[in-house]
């Protein structure tokens, strides 16, 4: 019956207390906030006052190149100019070309830094000119920016005309020469200028910033204060009152220990019916288990089924001169395919970029051989662009299109005719890239895809070429240029698909392919593949 009373006590002089606690936990969690608040503000301005200060740096550093770079300028031309006026020798055309392309360079980059400085740039962390004085100042400056600008371009395609070493070029020299050494010292005054403004400006920036700092580490220590004051020394008394509580609860707990053994066996009870329940989700996720190694058997049995429904590519290699295949599928199943026949004297080479990759994909794919074979072998269609305009009817009558469905693939055509060794081109979404001489050029196909749904009368069109001895064909997709990698995680793009080429279309088309598929590892590194990758190479004579 005591224990009884005592427990009766503490429940009353609980619920009397309860109202204070909670009044000390509001202010408690009011007075965390305020503190998180402002410490989450600090943090921001002081990250934007980062970010400024960097902003500020390139933006200071760019104008002081902007000086270098002028009197580089300067320096380049007065060489061409000494040039000009000693005899040709080796030594001295060396010098020279040396003096013309640091002419180029410099005065490429002086334009670039110019407009980044004026307009900003994200890449490099300019931002544009906000200030109205400096937009002023700018604007003063740019009337002698233009002049040694338009000076340097017109010097620079002197020289790279057929005007080139003449008297009529000794006379362009000389008067660009003479108008950009005119101007370079109002140039670098006025730059000056714009460096110092530049400066001034993030000082104030700076200042500011200090002020708000200084602001914000004064409310801080008034909140804290506030805190220790108003929260926690009130807590304090109360820890001293709940431990005296404590004492007199001792034996209370003694007798709630026992409650508590009986619960542990009604626990223990428990605890037998979860092994059993987690036997049983071991047992299901052995099923799941299984029911996926049977899906991945069928996937596989799937790649064996597309491998063999296309060409292999030793047949490719032995009816070329020189010929590589490379496939790299981003899945099991690939969305991309091959397709390789003779025809009578043609010899027809076809690469398509299904929609969509993996399982999707690969159905697309069949479709699409199956059609190839039915307009090419059944039909006995070898034009072309006749190919392409069949494929998207078939596409449209097979699938029965709907407008707002876009199932389909982007294609290259080419047909060779061996008895007048001519090559004809024909595309659609896909381009042909021909090594000829040395030099990479690409061929576009036609804009839309084959998808059976946007109807254009002759909407693809043949190219015809004489294939010259040593030329080199490439087909190709487009997961390649679309790989995301490098430092920036950018993608490859055309324009380094195009570089690569020419850098490796002279190798063996064994090592080409080697350097392809190293070079898209390189690229990628650690990153999950964009889409899959077929490249095609061949060399007919």
Same mark, same amino acid.
């Given at each position: ?30 007075? %965390?906030?305020?503190?998180? %608040? ?21 933006? +200071? ?7 270098? #770079? ?6 380049? +031309? ?26 180029? !360079? ?32 700018? *604007? ?14 017109? %010097? ?16 362009? %020299? ?11 010292? $109002? ?56 431990? #005296? ?33 987690? +036997? ?52 099991? *199943? ?55 305009? @069949? ?23 080419? +047909?060779?005719?061996? @008895?007048? @060794? ?46 010259? !001895? ?27 698909? $195009?570089?690569? #080429? ?10 080409? $392919? ?28």
């Amino acid at each position: 019956m005591k224990n009884d009373n005592t427990l009766f006590d503490n429940y009353n002089y609980a619920l009397k207390e309860d109202t204070s606690v909670q009044n000390l936990k509001i202010g408690y969690i009011l007075a %965390l906030f305020f503190v998180a %608040l402002i410490t989450v503000m600090s943090q921001l301005f002081i990250r934007n006052a980062l970010k400024n200060q960097e902003s500020d740096a390139n933006v +200071v550093n760019t104008s002081g190149r902007q000086r270098f #770079l002028s009197q580089q300028i300067s320096k380049n +031309v007065n060489i061409l100019l000494l040039d000009e006026f000693l005899p040709n020798t080796p030594q001295t055309q060396a010098k020279s070309d040396t003096a013309f392309a640091e002419l180029q !360079k410099a005065t490429d980059l002086w334009e670039k830094n110019h407009i980044a400085l004026l307009k900003g740039d994200k890449n490099r962390n300019i931002p544009a000119i906000s200030s109205p004085i400096l937009l002023q100042m700018f *604007v003063e400056m740019g009337e002698n920016f233009d002049i040694m600008l338009q000076a340097s371009k017109d %010097l620079i395609n002197a020289k790279s005309s057929d005007n080139f070493k003449n008297a009529k070029f000794k006379e362009i %020299l000389q008067k660009k020469a003479d108008i950009i050494l005119s101007v370079e010292k $109002k140039f670098l005054q006025q730059m000056n200028k714009i460096v110092d403004r530049f400066a001034l400006e993030a000082k104030e920036k700076i200042e500011t910033l200090k002020w708000i700092e200084l602001i914000l580490m004064f409310v801080t220590f008034f909140v804290l204060f506030g805190e220790a004051m108003l929260i926690f020394r009130p807590i304090t008394k109360k820890v001293n009152t709940y431990i #005296l509580d404590l004492k007199n609860t001792y034996e209370e707990v003694l007798t709630l220990s026992e409650e508590l053994r009986q619960i542990n066996e009604e626990l223990f009870a428990n605890n037998e019916a979860l092994e059993s329940f987690r +036997v049983l989700i071991e047992k299901q996720n052995r099923e799941l288990e299984i029911q996926h190694q049977s899906v991945m058997d069928s996937i596989d049995y799937a790649k064996h089924i597309q491998n063999a429904i296309m060409v292999e590519q030793e047949d490719i290699i032995q009816s070329f001169k020189g010929a590589f295949v490379l496939n790299i599928p981003k899945d099991v *199943v690939s969305g991309d395919f091959y397709w390789f026949g003779k025809v009578n004297e043609y010899k027809i080479m076809i690469l398509a970029d299904c929609t969509g990759h993996g399982v999707a994909g690969a159905f697309m794919t069949m479709i699409g051989v199956t059609l190839l074979n039915e307009i090419i072998h059944f039909q006995g269609v070898t034009n072309p662009e006749v190919i392409l305009a @069949n494929l998207d009817m078939l596409l449209k009558e097979t699938l029965q299109q709907h407008q707002k469905i876009k199932n389909g693939m982007d294609i290259g055509i080419v +047909v060779i005719d061996e @008895n007048n @060794n001519q090559l004809t081109f024909a595309g659609a979404r896909h381009n042909l890239y021909v090594a000829h001489k040395g030099h990479i050029t690409q061929i576009k196909g036609a804009s839309n895809s084959i998808d059976g749904i946007v109807y254009i009368e002759f909407p693809f069109v043949n190219h015809i070429f004489d294939i010259q !001895k040593g030329d080199i064909f490439y087909l190709t997709s487009d997961g390649y240029r679309d790989q995301f990698g490098g430092e920036k995680g950018t993608k490859y793009l055309h324009r380094n698909f $195009k570089n690569l #080429l020419q850098e490796i279309h002279t190798e063996s088309f064994f090592v080409q $392919k080697e350097k392809l598929e190293a070079e898209h590892y390189r690229w990628r590194g650690d990153l999950e593949q964009t889409d899959d990758i077929l490249i095609m190479g061949f060399q007919v004579i």
